[in-house]
């Protein structure tokens, strides 16, 4: 898999410093234009200021979790594609008003880096 960002700009929201780090490192060899935020509250005016093409979100987060970012996200930025990770069994695709964010997958931890390709290629297509 070796897919090419050619400067699409992505945003890696985690509250893991590790997975920002090597996220960062794995997509900007890829050619994409990264940034990383550890809290909504950090990625927030990133978002306003760079308007990302891709999100990876983190469903949980501190104070405030990924679907409730999203839904202020959603409110000046509904280009974004975004796919969230979750740690959690938890099934977010059956409710309706997760629906309406229009995220384009949902993945659960452990995520492999040959995974998250596969399903950026996807979405890039």
């Not at 978002?47 to 990302?52: C, L, R, V």
């Not at 509904?78 to 959690?88: D, E």
């Amino acid at each position: 898999m070796n897919i090419q960002g050619n400067n699409l700009k992505l945003i890696v929201v985690d509250d893991i410093e590790d997975v920002c780090e090597f996220m960062q490192s794995h997509f900007r060899r890829r050619g994409f234009n990264v940034f990383t935020a550890g809290s909504a509250e950090d990625a927030l005016p990133i978002i306003k200021e760079q308007a990302p093409d891709i999100m990876l979100l983190d469903v949980n987060l501190p104070q405030m979790n990924g679907i409730d970012m999203l839904k202020l996200v959603r409110q000046f930025n509904n280009t974004v594609k975004v796919i969230m990770v979750t740690g959690y069994d938890v099934e977010l695709r059956k409710d309706p008003e997760f629906q309406r964010l229009n995220v384009f997958d949902v993945m659960h931890k452990p995520v492999t880096i040959e995974a998250l390709d596969l399903n950026i290629e996807k979405l890039l297509k």
